[in-house]
Protein backbone atom coordinates (compact mmCIF):
# COMPACT_ATOMS: atom_id res chain seq x y z
CA UNK A 1 0.00 0.00 0.00
CA UNK A 2 3.07 2.59 0.87
CA UNK A 3 4.60 1.90 -2.63
CA UNK A 4 1.51 2.74 -4.16
CA UNK A 5 0.42 5.59 -2.10
CA UNK A 6 3.67 7.17 -2.72
CA UNK A 7 2.69 6.74 -6.51
CA UNK A 8 0.19 9.75 -6.64
CA UNK A 9 -0.11 13.07 -5.63
CA UNK A 10 -3.03 14.96 -4.94
CA UNK A 11 -4.05 18.30 -6.49
CA UNK A 12 -4.84 20.95 -4.16
CA UNK A 13 -8.36 20.88 -3.07
CA UNK A 14 -8.73 17.15 -4.06
CA UNK A 15 -8.95 13.80 -1.77
CA UNK A 16 -8.33 10.23 -1.77
CA UNK A 17 -10.01 8.07 0.06
CA UNK A 18 -8.70 4.61 1.13
CA UNK A 19 -10.70 2.08 2.34
CA UNK A 20 -10.05 -0.77 4.98
CA UNK A 21 -6.84 0.12 6.19
CA UNK A 22 -5.23 -1.24 9.69
CA UNK A 23 -4.29 0.58 12.45
CA UNK A 24 -0.84 -0.22 11.74
CA UNK A 25 -1.14 0.29 8.09
CA UNK A 26 -2.63 3.70 9.30
CA UNK A 27 0.69 4.44 11.36
CA UNK A 28 2.85 3.33 8.22
CA UNK A 29 1.07 5.63 6.48
CA UNK A 30 1.80 8.41 8.82
CA UNK A 31 5.53 8.19 9.18
CA UNK A 32 5.98 7.44 5.40
CA UNK A 33 4.30 11.09 4.55
CA UNK A 34 6.27 12.41 7.24
CA UNK A 35 5.15 15.94 9.31
CA UNK A 36 6.61 18.21 7.22
CA UNK A 37 3.94 17.94 3.98
CA UNK A 38 1.05 19.85 2.45
CA UNK A 39 -1.51 16.78 2.51
CA UNK A 40 -3.52 16.49 5.64
CA UNK A 41 -5.61 13.20 6.88
CA UNK A 42 -8.40 12.19 8.84
CA UNK A 43 -8.79 8.06 10.17
CA UNK A 44 -12.30 6.95 10.74
CA UNK A 45 -12.41 3.16 11.80
CA UNK A 46 -10.27 2.30 8.92
CA UNK A 47 -11.23 4.83 6.56
CA UNK A 48 -8.35 7.20 5.30
CA UNK A 49 -9.22 10.75 3.57
CA UNK A 50 -5.78 11.85 2.20
CA UNK A 51 -6.45 15.76 1.29
CA UNK A 52 -4.64 18.77 0.22
CA UNK A 53 -6.00 22.32 0.80
CA UNK A 54 -5.90 25.20 -1.57
CA UNK A 55 -4.28 28.16 -1.12
CA UNK A 56 -7.04 30.16 -0.26
CA UNK A 57 -7.98 27.50 2.52
CA UNK A 58 -4.16 28.21 4.27
CA UNK A 59 -4.63 32.34 4.32
CA UNK A 60 -8.44 31.94 5.46
CA UNK A 61 -6.49 28.98 8.23
CA UNK A 62 -3.82 31.94 9.39
CA UNK A 63 -5.64 34.69 9.70
CA UNK A 64 -8.66 33.18 11.47
CA UNK A 65 -5.88 31.34 13.45
CA UNK A 66 -3.99 34.81 14.29
CA UNK A 67 -7.64 36.45 15.48
CA UNK A 68 -8.12 33.53 17.88
CA UNK A 69 -4.77 33.84 19.13
CA UNK A 70 -4.81 38.02 19.41
CA UNK A 71 -8.04 37.41 21.74
CA UNK A 72 -6.36 35.02 23.92
CA UNK A 73 -2.86 37.39 23.99
CA UNK A 74 -5.40 40.32 24.96
CA UNK A 75 -7.13 38.91 27.49
CA UNK A 76 -4.02 37.74 29.00
CA UNK A 77 -4.87 33.84 28.45
CA UNK A 78 -1.79 31.15 28.42
CA UNK A 79 -2.53 28.69 25.31
CA UNK A 80 -0.39 26.55 23.05
CA UNK A 81 -1.37 26.76 19.32
CA UNK A 82 -0.42 23.38 17.81
CA UNK A 83 -1.72 24.06 14.31
CA UNK A 84 -2.12 20.57 12.36
CA UNK A 85 -0.67 18.09 14.44
CA UNK A 86 -2.09 14.82 14.19
CA UNK A 87 -4.03 13.95 16.97
CA UNK A 88 -5.41 10.11 17.26
CA UNK A 89 -6.48 7.46 19.88
CA UNK A 90 -6.14 3.74 18.74
CA UNK A 91 -8.70 2.38 21.13
CA UNK A 92 -11.36 4.69 19.22
CA UNK A 93 -9.88 4.12 15.67
CA UNK A 94 -9.73 7.62 14.44
CA UNK A 95 -7.19 10.43 14.06
CA UNK A 96 -7.70 14.31 12.40
CA UNK A 97 -5.51 16.88 12.06
CA UNK A 98 -7.38 20.18 12.15
CA UNK A 99 -6.34 22.87 10.15
CA UNK A 100 -5.45 24.63 13.65
CA UNK A 101 -6.16 23.88 16.98
CA UNK A 102 -5.37 25.44 20.39
CA UNK A 103 -4.91 23.98 23.89
CA UNK A 104 -6.17 26.78 26.34
CA UNK A 105 -7.96 25.48 29.43
CA UNK A 106 -5.77 22.57 29.36
CA UNK A 107 -2.65 24.14 28.17
CA UNK A 108 -0.85 23.53 31.69
CA UNK A 109 -1.50 20.08 31.07
CA UNK A 110 0.31 19.89 28.21
CA UNK A 111 2.68 22.15 28.93
CA UNK A 112 6.43 21.40 27.49
CA UNK A 113 5.39 18.18 26.11
CA UNK A 114 6.54 17.46 22.90
CA UNK A 115 4.66 14.15 21.53
CA UNK A 116 0.92 13.91 22.99
CA UNK A 117 -1.03 10.52 23.23
CA UNK A 118 -4.67 11.15 23.45
CA UNK A 119 -5.23 7.93 25.36
CA UNK A 120 -3.87 9.65 28.48
CA UNK A 121 -3.04 13.67 27.44
CA UNK A 122 -6.21 15.58 26.73
CA UNK A 123 -7.65 16.62 23.59
CA UNK A 124 -7.39 19.88 22.55
CA UNK A 125 -9.69 22.89 23.68
CA UNK A 126 -10.62 24.17 20.25
CA UNK A 127 -10.17 22.58 16.61
CA UNK A 128 -10.68 25.11 13.54
CA UNK A 129 -11.42 23.56 10.08
CA UNK A 130 -11.63 25.58 7.21
CA UNK A 131 -14.39 23.94 5.12
CA UNK A 132 -13.35 25.01 1.18
CA UNK A 133 -12.88 21.55 0.32
CA UNK A 134 -15.72 20.00 2.95
CA UNK A 135 -13.17 17.69 4.90
CA UNK A 136 -14.85 18.43 8.59
CA UNK A 137 -15.14 15.56 9.93
CA UNK A 138 -17.44 16.54 13.10
CA UNK A 139 -17.84 13.22 14.37
CA UNK A 140 -14.10 12.28 14.86
CA UNK A 141 -13.71 15.50 16.59
CA UNK A 142 -16.74 14.25 18.97
CA UNK A 143 -14.97 11.08 19.42
CA UNK A 144 -11.85 12.54 20.45
CA UNK A 145 -14.13 14.79 22.96
CA UNK A 146 -12.69 18.42 21.69
CA UNK A 147 -14.89 20.70 23.77
CA UNK A 148 -15.27 23.36 20.75
CA UNK A 149 -15.27 22.32 17.10
CA UNK A 150 -15.11 26.18 15.02
CA UNK A 151 -15.57 25.67 11.50
CA UNK A 152 -15.62 28.48 8.73
CA UNK A 153 -17.30 27.78 5.52
CA UNK A 154 -18.89 30.07 2.34
CA UNK A 155 -18.04 33.11 4.47
CA UNK A 156 -20.27 32.40 7.90
CA UNK A 157 -18.59 31.09 11.17
CA UNK A 158 -19.80 28.36 13.39
CA UNK A 159 -19.11 27.41 16.81
CA UNK A 160 -19.88 24.15 17.71
CA UNK A 161 -20.06 23.19 21.87
CA UNK A 162 -19.97 19.54 22.70
CA UNK A 163 -22.72 18.35 25.18
CA UNK A 164 -22.41 15.09 26.10
CA UNK A 165 -21.56 12.96 23.08
CA UNK A 166 -22.49 15.38 20.08
CA UNK A 167 -21.70 19.03 19.02
CA UNK A 168 -24.56 21.71 19.36
CA UNK A 169 -24.71 24.75 17.49
CA UNK A 170 -23.52 27.99 19.68
CA UNK A 171 -24.34 31.80 18.96
CA UNK A 172 -21.08 32.14 21.22
CA UNK A 173 -17.84 30.53 22.21
CA UNK A 174 -17.85 29.41 26.12
CA UNK A 175 -13.89 30.04 25.79
CA UNK A 176 -15.01 33.69 24.81
CA UNK A 177 -18.24 34.40 26.66
CA UNK A 178 -19.99 37.51 25.42
CA UNK A 179 -17.92 38.37 22.49
CA UNK A 180 -20.39 38.01 18.56
CA UNK A 181 -17.41 36.49 17.16
CA UNK A 182 -19.21 34.09 14.68
CA UNK A 183 -20.13 38.04 13.38
CA UNK A 184 -17.23 39.53 13.82
CA UNK A 185 -14.02 37.62 12.65
CA UNK A 186 -15.59 36.43 9.21
CA UNK A 187 -15.64 40.83 9.05
CA UNK A 188 -11.98 40.86 10.25
CA UNK A 189 -10.98 38.31 7.98
CA UNK A 190 -12.68 39.80 4.70
CA UNK A 191 -11.00 42.91 5.92
CA UNK A 192 -7.50 41.51 5.47
CA UNK A 193 -8.34 40.67 2.14
CA UNK A 194 -7.79 44.80 1.36
CA UNK A 195 -6.68 46.05 4.06
CA UNK A 196 -3.49 43.83 4.56
CA UNK A 197 -2.98 41.15 7.40
CA UNK A 198 -1.11 43.57 10.00
CA UNK A 199 -3.36 46.20 9.84
CA UNK A 200 -6.58 44.22 10.23
CA UNK A 201 -5.01 42.53 13.48
CA UNK A 202 -3.92 46.00 14.98
CA UNK A 203 -7.74 46.91 14.18
CA UNK A 204 -9.27 43.76 15.61
CA UNK A 205 -6.90 43.89 18.74
CA UNK A 206 -7.91 47.61 19.16
CA UNK A 207 -11.14 46.18 19.22
CA UNK A 208 -10.76 43.28 21.59
CA UNK A 209 -9.52 45.94 23.73
CA UNK A 210 -12.82 47.66 23.71
CA UNK A 211 -15.07 44.66 24.96
CA UNK A 212 -12.78 43.94 28.12
Request: hydrophobic share 35%; net charge negative.
Amino acid sequence: MLLELMRFSVPPGQRVLLHDVSWQEFEEILDELGEHRAARIAYNDGTLEIMTPLPEHEDDKEIIGDLIKAILEEFDIEFRSLGSTTFKNQEMVKGIEPDQCFYIQNEAAIRGKKRLDLTVDPPPDLGLEIDITSRTHPSIYEALKVPELWRFEKGKLQINVLREANYVESPESPTFPGLPLTQVIPQYLERSKTAGRNATLKAFRAWVREQV
